[in-house]
């Protein structure tokens, strides 16, 4: 380094001094940091997670895609309280997934988060009408006394208002379209009002135009009933549609597309959106495939500091034994 570039110390208060203020811990709906879960199946070990770190704020909508196998669907049965990761932490709203006693994980799958499946059958039971699946989770939380029952009846309509299906509150799944069956799906999860729902390829047995309109429904969700929404999903339409893209690859989030809505001098409204690499907590990243094959760079990498930014180059340096 020479005398003219700052040192590491003056970078250092610099960056500080012009950071935003961190997100206060109030605001985090999800924080998972390191997560593991290794799977044994007939001797051999398969590590579905490895070290996975994801914050996901109060009130955000979050699509989370990936190629199969990369462990989306692993990571969402943990924060459901379907499975125990093997290690690291995972809290959702001040539950501690790994911590939790049978009681309170009983507690937490009934009140504190919703699920919605992709296999629309899978969501609803199929004897009971759409309000009857609605109204159960409610029962089940065994919430009595005066008012009860009132008060089940006007969250049940409430939820067939919002998701658009109060003329289909009669009906049995058998007699409903896999698309109103998703409507009833999300509000059967919505029930007991749940700060998180949590949705695994929710749009994947529908067609492209039904499926749009699902996801308009989580929308709706999340904005009117302030659900912090988390889905899963390969539809590239649902992923454009959201404010964050969390991409995870080998059991880690790799890279992450936060998109906003810019307005310009002529008051004409646009979405930018911006690719970020995950930085983990011993300073790995996972620079894009393109990027290093672009510049054919592989093993090595040379790393320099620059006043606001880390500079990667390809390793050009002579092999000292050659
Ligand atoms: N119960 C299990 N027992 C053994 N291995 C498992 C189990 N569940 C998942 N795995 C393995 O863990 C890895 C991650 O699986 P996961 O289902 O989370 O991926 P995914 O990203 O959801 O894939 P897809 O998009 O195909 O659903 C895979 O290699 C899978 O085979």
């Known amino acids: 380094m020479n005398s003219e570039q700052p040192t590491y110390e003056e970078l250092r208060r610099q960056a500080l001094a012009a950071a935003e203020p961190r997100t206060r811990r109030a605001d985090t709906a999800i924080a998972c940091d390191r ?15 490895q070290g996975l770190e994801l914050a996901v704020e109060r009130g955000d909508l979050v699509a989370l895609v990936g190629a199969s196998g ?23 709203e001040g539950f501690d997934l790994l911590g939790m006693s049978a009681k309170d994980r009983l507690r937490y799958r009934r009140e504190a988060v919703g699920f919605v499946w992709q296999q629309t059958a899978r969501n609803l039971l199929p ?26 009846a006007d969250r049940v309509a409430r939820l067939l208002e919002a998701l658009e299906i109060s003329d289909l509150a009669d009906r049995r799944p058998a007699e409903l379209s896999g698309g109103q069956q998703q409507r009833v799906a999300i509000a059967v999860a919505m ?18 135009e039904t499926g749009a309109a699902i996801f308009e429904a989580f929308r709706t969700v999340n904005r009117e009933l302030g659900a912090t929404v988390v889905i899963v999903t390969h539809d590239p339409l649902v992923a454009g549609e959201v404010r964050r893209t969390v991409a995870i690859r080998d059991g880690r989030t790799s890279s992450e597309v936060l998109r906003r809505t810019v307005t310009d001098e002529h ?14 907590r011993t300073g790995r990243v996972q620079l894009p495939h393109k990027f290093l094959e672009a510049l054919g760079m592989e093993h090595r990498v040379a790393v320099d500091l620059a006043a606001d930014h880390i500079e990667v180059r390809p390793d050009t340096a002579q092999d000292p034994s050659a």
């Open 127 to 152: 004897f009971l009408t759409a309000a009857q699946n609605i109204a159960l989770p409610m029962q089940l939380t065994g919430r009595r006394g005066r008012g009860a029952a009132g008060r089940q």
């Open 267 to 280: 008051g004409a409204e646009s979405v930018s959106e911006r690719e970020y690499v995950m930085l983990d």
């Open 35 to 49: 997560l593991v879960r290794i799977f044994s199946a007939d001797g051999v070990e398969v590590q579905a997670l």
């Open 191 to 208: 029930a007991n009002d749940p700060a998180v729902l949590l949705a695994d390829e929710p749009t994947g047995e529908l067609d492209s």
């Open 70 to 92: 990369s462990g989306k669907s692993t990571l969402l049965n943990i924060l459901a309280g379907l499975d125990v990761p093997t290690a690291g932490s995972a809290t959702v």
